[in-house]
């Protein structure tokens, strides 16, 4: 019992979306205003019809009576005068007179088409009329002047009969016709203040259909709007805790429902996203610890690990002069072993310390000359250049931002790279050119050696990856290694290009701009 009243007092969510809500509003107040429209429609259809009959028909044919009674009245003054003096002028009013009653008997005609009461007063007006000037009005004007006064006096008591016949049927024509004129007005005036209640109505149900509607919108749309977007605006404060409340209709309820949704997703991320930085600083912290050590290692590899072996290499150099003659081929041959393997160990625990430092920052960054970077590049390998007769090439260079120590490296890096692995048919030659795409420079370090297989082109920016022995090239691995970590420190990208023909390029860009942290004057043009 009382879950079914628990149901029933739950309130009923309804499913309707503003589209319908606004349609069915729409729709009742299109059906309100057609049927406010027809009743003012046939209000003023009504007033008009009513004004015209006032106007057009029963004060017209009111007048159009009166008239008919000045014509017989005319025409009964004249037929008297004349047949008491006998004098024809007399007659003049009675002429007049035949020619107005036919002119307001015409007008009274029309007028009265669809008055039955009206046509059948004219009918017996007319009768009247038509007694009274056979018996009296037409014999006396007909005759000559003795015979007229005397039928005249002979017939005295008929036409005052006949003419008082016609004076009660005037009579009674025109008190039906105001009858009908004045009630033609009540109507009138009915009808004008039925069409004043009416638009008056209107007027009135417009202002009410108007505040329902205003009210309606704001209930049913802005409120829960105006509590959405203020639920939205707390959330875009930070306050995700904020939640998004579903009211309204159905389409503003799966609205709010979404955006619920969505924050409830935000704050899940957020969550996660705080354990994930919580875990970053911990890897943080691990990595500074980690490269804390890691520096103690390149202190320790460049001071105690470089000094057992320049001894070791010296004594075993030591050795072998001083006693090379008393041992045998061998022990010659082992004495060259460890030589060469201090030297090499000494060499790659070198290489090992420059690929180190890159990324950390030795001096301040600044403006690199890279023609004068280049310059000292080729300095540096001049022996190796003039040995193997290599050709160096370049468009002129930029000035870019940087550290001028560690871009010196990436150009020594690429050239003895290029060097190393010339073509043993042919002198090596080398070509650089440069130029400016969008926001880069973009570099091409071109040679014409023996070049590198298309499935390789990735391995060899990893350190240590070598993909030839070391017999046949010498060297750590980590040249092409420390170029990639060089450029991507300084803000660009390294890649090896497809050529056509024999040959390796090596391309890679440097920012216009200095990367973030990294100093704040621009590069500038070639010269």
Not at 157 to 164: I, N, R, S, V
Not at 269 to 278: F, K, M, N, P
Not at 426 to 449: C, L, M, Y
């Amino acid at each position: 019992m009382r879950e079914g009243t628990a149901a029933r007092e739950r309130p009923v969510i309804s499913r309707w979306t503003t589209r319908r809500w606004l349609m069915s509003g729409t729709a009742v107040v299109a059906v309100v205003l057609v049927t406010l429209g027809s009743l003012g429609v046939w209000a003023l259809v009504r007033t008009s019809q009513l004004t015209d009959q006032v106007v057009q028909n029963r004060s017209p044919a009111l007048i159009s009576a009166v008239r008919l009674e000045t014509a017989l009245v005319n025409q009964e003054t004249g037929v008297r005068g004349y047949g008491l003096s006998g004098r024809r002028e007399f007659l003049q009013p009675y002429t007049q007179g035949l020619s107005a009653e036919k002119t307001a008997t015409d007008s009274l005609t029309g007028l009265l088409q669809g008055d039955k009461s009206g046509r059948e007063d004219l009918r017996d007006v007319r009768a009247k009329v038509a007694a009274w000037q056979s018996r009296v009005a037409r014999p006396v004007a007909e005759s000559s002047a003795k015979d007229a006064i005397a039928l005249a006096a002979r017939r005295t008591d008929d036409g005052k009969q006949l003419f008082d016949d016609v004076r009660a049927a005037l009579a009674v024509q025109q008190d039906h016709l105001r009858a009908a004129r004045t009630q033609a007005g009540e109507d009138l005036d009915r009808a004008q203040r039925w069409r004043t209640i009416v638009f008056t109505a209107i007027a009135l149900l417009l202002v009410v259909v108007t505040v329902i509607i205003f009210d309606a919108l704001r209930r049913g749309v802005s409120a829960p709007l105006d509590r959405i977007g203020s639920a939205v605006r707390e959330i875009g404060r930070g306050r995700f805790g904020h939640a998004v409340p579903a009211t309204g209709p159905a389409d503003l309820r799966q609205l709010a429902t979404d955006v619920e949704a969505m924050r409830q997703r935000l704050v899940h991320e957020l969550e996660q996203s705080e354990q994930a930085r919580d875990l970053l600083d911990q890897q943080t912290e691990e990595l500074r610890r980690s490269n804390a050590e890691l520096e103690q290692f390149a202190y320790v590899a460049s001071h105690d690990l470089q000094e057992p072996l320049r001894k070791i290499s010296s004594f075993t150099q030591l050795l072998q002069r001083r006693y090379g003659d008393q041992l045998d081929e061998r022990a010659d041959q082992y004495i060259a072993f460890a030589v060469d393997g201090a030297n090499r160990m000494q060499i790659l625990i070198n290489d090992l310390l420059a690929f180190s430092r890159v990324g950390r920052m030795q001096s301040e960054p600044s403006q690199v000359d890279l023609e004068q970077s280049l310059a000292q590049a080729l300095d540096s390998l001049s022996v190796l250049v003039d040995e193997t007769g290599a050709t160096v090439e370049h468009d002129p260079l930029p000035v870019v931002v940087g550290e001028p120590q560690q871009l010196g490296l990436l150009w020594q890096n690429l050239l003895s790279n290029a060097l190393k692995f010339r073509a043993p048919d042919r002198p090596a030659h080398i070509r650089i050119s440069v130029r400016k795409q969008e926001d880069h420079w973009h570099f091409t370090v071109r040679d014409n050696g023996i070049g590198i297989a298309p499935e390789f082109r990735e391995k060899v920016f990893v350190i240590f990856q070598r993909l030839h022995t070391r017999d046949a090239y010498p060297g750590t691995g980590i040249g092409l290694a420390m170029c990639k970590k060089t450029v991507e420190y300084h803000g660009g990208t390294i890649d090896i290009e497809p050529v056509d023909g024999d040959g390796t390029a090596i391309c890679f860009t440097l920012p216009l701009q200095p990367p973030a942290g990294a100093g704040d004057n621009g590069a500038s043009e070639p010269r």
